[in-house]
Structures are given as structure tokens and as C-alpha cells.
């Protein structure tokens, strides 16, 4: 079996799920690589055979989902060619981690894709969500990477279609130790908003930011440009992190049982969902950097007994075998329909 493994390449959550996802893909099937998107810093362990534009969201300063940055730096006609000629009748099945270009070229083509992403758990059955119900936030996440069949990935097992985080093996290999720094991930603000909110308090702080590419100190916060290596040792060493409400960094943080704050983007729902499954979890949450949360920072700085117990097992060739399940019944059930059309 031939698989095209779609990667959305916005930010370095699905690349990162990708690093372990792939090897058991390619217990099932011949696999190809492809990432569409252009924000992400993560240097990869594997092939790209294809990379795209696709369609990138972009924030402001502020935090917030910004439409007009996207609108202006996303050409919809290079993306609808990206679709028209890309190969993907070349594939006997696409995997989508919530790749646009491979899931409409499939749906157009008549090619079978199954979605395997957080992004589909979080309209599925069980799954927590806030009582705003943000319509055209959900008609997105339903309408940018179409697919026949949808797998979820989330915080707990809310349904038997959704698996629980994949973890990566440099995580789980982490060496556990408490340094006395906080460690700081937010790639949705600019970095002198983050420095001053961090300096009002009395604790060690080390950023990680995409707007630098040589470390520098600000009283007491080291901000650091991104090194997968480096993160990897201070995510391990940290007392605690303080990131957005995406979904792999705050997975790992409860896998490794680290303190955990988060704060949501601004008009993401995606992130406002997740902020309400953490809170629901027991996780801290704040919604800004300003003043006006300075309290519930330190509040979560001094409290000692904030970690919440996950059990996340491996869960990557449970996945693999679910893709290449469906992907037999559905043959089988073509099959059959074929049968009974020639009758």
C-alpha cells in the first residue's frame, strides 16, 4: 500500500507528532511525506518528498488569529493549483494531519483519506467544548481538510475514535530534574510583551522565541531562539511551563508531570477548546498578559500541588492498525458493492 502522510506545517505540533507517527505508518505501507505551511522552526528526522504553500494562519501582536494577515499572505489561487495538480492519484490512501492540499486533491480525485488530527476530535462526540459555540471557527475546522473518514487525537480517550496524545520518544526518554527556572513558549506574542509581563515576578524564566537567533538576558528572563535540542533539556529540567493552548507541548508538560499554565490565542478555537479541556483537567489558564492576571500567575508559581496524573501509553501503532482497518473494510466494502452491481 502506497500512503501519502499530509502534515500541516503551521506552527511545530503535527511536525512533531509526525517524528513518531511515520514509523509505524511504515509497518502498513510505503510512505511518502508531505508539508504544506511555512511557520515552523522544528528541524525534522525524516524525508519531505513534497512540500506546499497550502494555507497558513497568521497572529498579530496581540495573541489573536489575525484573517487579514492570513488573507494577504495566502494566495488562494497558488493554493487551488496546489490542489489541481498535485499526485495524488499516486497514493493508494492519504493520512492527513490537517493538511489542506492532500485532503481537498483526494476529495476532487476520489482518492481515500483518512483524517488523523487533533483538530477533528475536538467537533467529535464527548469532546468538551465551551458554551460559545464560535459558528464560523467550527465551519473552518469541519471545511479546510475534508476526508472521508476522521480520527482524533485529544487530551483523554472522550470517544473510541479518538486516541490519547502521541508522545514523543525524546520526550519519554527525558531525563526528570527540577533546575528552578520556568520555561516559556508562546510564539503568538512579540517577545517585549512577554518579557515585561515575566519580569514582575520574583522567579527565573527561560523563553524560547522564533524572533531572536542568539540568546540575551532581560533581568530575570533568558530568552533563547529555538533549538529542538536545547528545548528538549530545558523542557526536562524545568520547575514548571508556561506555553499556549495548543496541544502537544501542554501533552508532554502532563506526561512529564510538570506544572502547566496556559493561555489561549485570542479568536482561535481550536485553543479555546483545549484551554476549556485543561481546565476541566485541572490545568491553570489565563486568557491575557496583562495585569489583570498577574495574581493567578503567581498563584500558580507558589502552589506546589498543581501537576496533573495522565497515564498517555504509546499509542502510535494502535493508530497505524486503526488507518490500515479502515482502509481494508473499505476496499472489502467496495468489494462487495462491486459484487453486487455485476449481479
Not at 80 to 87: A, D, R
Not at 278 to 294: M, P, Y
Request: proline share 4%.
Amino acid at each position: 500500500m502506497k500512503i501519502l502522510y499530509a502534515i500541516q506545517g503551521t506552527g511545530n505540533g503535527h511536525l512533531s507528532r509526525a517524528i513518531d507517527v511515520i514509523p509505524a505508518l511504515k509497518k502498513i505501507g510505503q510512505v511518502d511525506v508531505l508539508v504544506s505551511g511555512q511557520s515552523s522552526q522544528l528541524e525534522v528526522p525524516f524525508s519531505i518528498k513534497y512540500n506546499r504553500k497550502g494555507l497558513t494562519f497568521r497572529t498579530n501582536s496581540r495573541g489573536g488569529i489575525s484573517y487579514f494577515k492570513t488573507f494577504i499572505f495566502s494566495s488562494f489561487i497558488t493554493f487551488v493549483k496546489e490542489i489541481c495538480l498535485f499526485p495524488v492519484r499516486d497514493y493508494d490512501l492519504v493520512v492527513s494531519d490537517f493538511e489542506p492540499v492532500s485532503a481537498w486533491s483526494s476529495k476532487i480525485f476520489g482518492v481515500k483519506c483518512i483524517e488523523v488530527s487533533h483538530q477533528s476530535a475536538i467537533l467529535m462526540k464527548n469532546s468538551p467544548r465551551p458554551s460559545l459555540r464560535y459558528p464560523f471557527s467550527q465551519w473552518i475546522l469541519r471545511n479546510y481538510c475534508p476526508s472521508e473518514y476522521k480520527l482524533g487525537i485529544h487530551f483523554s480517550n472522550y470517544n473510541q475514535d479518538i486516541f490519547t496524545p502521541v508522545i514523543r520518544s525524546s520526550v519519554r526518554n527525558l531525563k526528570i530534574r527540577d533546575d528552578n527556572f520556568f520555561l516559556v513558549y508562546l510564539p503568538g506574542y512579540i517577545d517585549e510583551k512577554v518579557i515585561s509581563f515575566l519580569s514582575k515576578f520574583k522567579v527565573n524564566w527561560k523563553l524560547y522565541s522564533k524572533y531572536t537567533r542568539v540568546p540575551y538576558r532581560v533581568q530575570n528572563v533568558i530568552v533563547k531562539p529555538i533549538d529542538n535540542k536545547n528545548f528538549l533539556n530545558d523542557l526536562g529540567a524545568c520547575s514548571g511551563v508556561f506555553c499556549g493552548a495548543g496541544f502537544e507541548l501542554p501533552s508532554e508538560v502532563m506526561y512529564l508531570q510538570k506544572k502547566l499554565v496556559v493561555i489561549p490565542l485570542k479568536g482561535q478555537f481550536e485553543q479555546i477548546c483545549n484551554a476549556h479541556c485543561l481546565k476541566l483537567l485541572g490545568i491553570s489558564v489565563v486568557n491575557s498578559l496583562n495585569s489583570s492576571e498577574s495574581l493567578s500567575i503567581q498563584r500558580w508559581i507558589d502552589e506546589p500541588n498543581c501537576i496533573v496524573e495522565l497515564n498517555y501509553k504509546d499509542c502510535t501503532d494502535a493508530i497505524a492498525q486503526r488507518i490500515n482497518f479502515i482502509y481494508q473494510r473499505s476496499l472489502f466494502t467496495e468489494h462487495q458493492l462491486s459484487k453486487l452491481n455485476s449481479m
